[in-house]
C-alpha cells in the first residue's frame, strides 16, 4: 500500500451538509458518524465527529464537526488542489465549487500553460484547480 495524502476540513455544525455538498460535485460514496453514535449526549451529540468521501477518481476527503468546546476560525485554514489533464471532470468540478462561492482567479490558461483557476467555496474552503493539457 503506497501513501495518501487527503484533506480532513473541520466544521462548526455544517459537516453533514458539507460533505453532501463535496458528494454532490465529486461523485463517490460517503460514510458519516455522528457524536452520538459514539456515546456522547447533549446538544452536540449528532455533530459530525467523522465523515468521509470516497470518489472513483481516486479522491478522499474527510470532515468532522468541532468537539464541544473548540471553534473552527473559517478562512484560510485549508487549500485543496484538484488537478489532472482530465478537462471536462476538472471543469465540472470548477463549476460547482465555485458557484455561490468567490473566484479569487478565474480558470484560464496560464503563462506556464495550464488552465487554472482559484476560489473559495460556500463553505469557506479554498480551492486551486489546475488542468494540465493532454499529451
Not at 449528532?46 to 468521501?53: E, I, P
Not at 472513483?56 to 464541544?68: K, Q
Request: hydrophobic residues 35%.
Amino acid at each position: 500500500m503506497g501513501v495518501t495524502l487527503n484533506p480532513y476540513l473541520h466544521f462548526d455544525g455544517e459537516a453533514s451538509d458539507a460533505i453532501a455538498f463535496y458528494a454532490d460535485v465529486l461523485g463517490g460514496t460517503t460514510q458519516v458518524m455522528t457524536f452520538a453514535q459514539m456515546g456522547m449526549e447533549g446538544p452536540d451529540a449528532n455533530k459530525v465527529m467523522h465523515g468521509q468521501l470516497e470518489t472513483d477518481h481516486g479522491i478522499t476527503l474527510m470532515v468532522s464537526d468541532m468537539p464541544p468546546g473548540e471553534s473552527r476560525r473559517r478562512g484560510n485554514d485549508v487549500t485543496i488542489s484538484l488537478s489532472g489533464d482530465d478537462d471536462p471532470t476538472l471543469r465540472a468540478y470548477w463549476d460547482k465549487l465555485s458557484a455561490d462561492g468567490t473566484v479569487e482567479t478565474p480558470l484560464e490558461k496560464q503563462m506556464w500553460g495550464d488552465v487554472f483557476g482559484a476560489c473559495t467555496d460556500r463553505y469557506g474552503v479554498h480551492w486551486l484547480v489546475n488542468i494540465t493539457p493532454s499529451a
